[in-house]
């Protein structure tokens, strides 16, 4: 069936590091979005990028089509980067991955 | 300014009641949806509606019954409310429903059935 898969489930880092967090998706789907859900659950998008690279501020994504895969890169970490990020892939309807939860430390 | 409204932000029912979320959209979209979020679940897709037609129902049962009184809104009727049906229900819209296109979420509504 359909698929969307995250990479890490978890991920605990000093302030001022760089992450990079990791989507694949099954053959099947072709958009893809990138969110950031608050502690107190609600989404904020911060990528549709269905190829090719797109920046904002610290984050960057890279998404390539054929290889099924999608990358959120975030440098120079900060705490208030801390939440749970999603990626979410779809023909006619999203799937959503089961997220990366970020805790960066002071 | 939020651009997908949804009401209430939270809502507590009993076991076998009748609750209706409210969601409207000001972003001039064609397509709307209702998610579902369960704890320690992921986002799942429930309902795809498009020019207030329904375009793609993934829930199994019944008592779910999206309704679009106008173009930008999409309500969720829940009746007999079971505590299984406790979860965040964010509505969402995109400009048509079609593939490869973003799709802009509300702030969802946290339901609590006891």
């Known amino acids: 069936g359909q698929q969307v898969q995250q990479s890490p489930a978890s991920l605990v880092l000093q302030e001022g590091e760089n992450a990079e967090l990791q989507c694949n998706f099954s053959?099947?789907?072709?958009?893809m979005q990138w969110f950031y859900q608050r502690p107190g659950g609600s989404l904020v998008s911060l990528f549709y990028?269905?190829?090719g690279t797109k920046h904002s501020g610290r984050l960057t994504s890279t998404t390539v089509i054929k290889e099924r895969r999608s990358s959120l890169h975030i440098s120079s970490s900060q705490t208030t980067d801390s939440g749970t990020y999603l990626c979410?892939?779809?023909?006619?309807?999203?799937?959503f991955g089961s997220g990366t939860q970020l805790t960066v430390m002071p | 300014d939020p651009k997908i409204i949804q009401k209430p932000k939270y809502l507590v029912a009993v076991t076998g009641s009748e609750k209706i979320l409210i969601c409207e959209q000001y972003?001039?979209?064609?397509?709307m949806y209702w998610y579902r979020q369960s704890a320690k679940k992921p986002l799942e897709f429930m309902f795809s509606?498009?020019?207030?037609?329904?375009?793609d129902n993934q829930t199994a049962s019944s008592r779910f019954q999206p309704q679009s009184s106008k173009k930008n809104h999409l309500d969720l009727q829940i009746t007999a409310l079971k505590p299984d049906d406790s979860a965040t229900y964010f509505c969402?819209?995109?400009?048509?429903?079609?593939?490869?296109?973003?799709?802009?979420f509300g702030k969802g509504t946290r339901l609590t059935v006891v």
């Open positions: 979410a892939s779809g023909s006619w309807q999203l799937i």
């Open positions: 053959t099947s789907l072709n958009s």
């Open positions: 990028n269905p190829s």
């Open positions: 972003l001039g979209h064609n397509a």
């Open positions: 509606y498009s020019y207030q037609k329904l375009m």
């Open positions: 969402a819209s995109s400009q048509e429903p079609a593939v490869n296109t973003e799709v802009f």
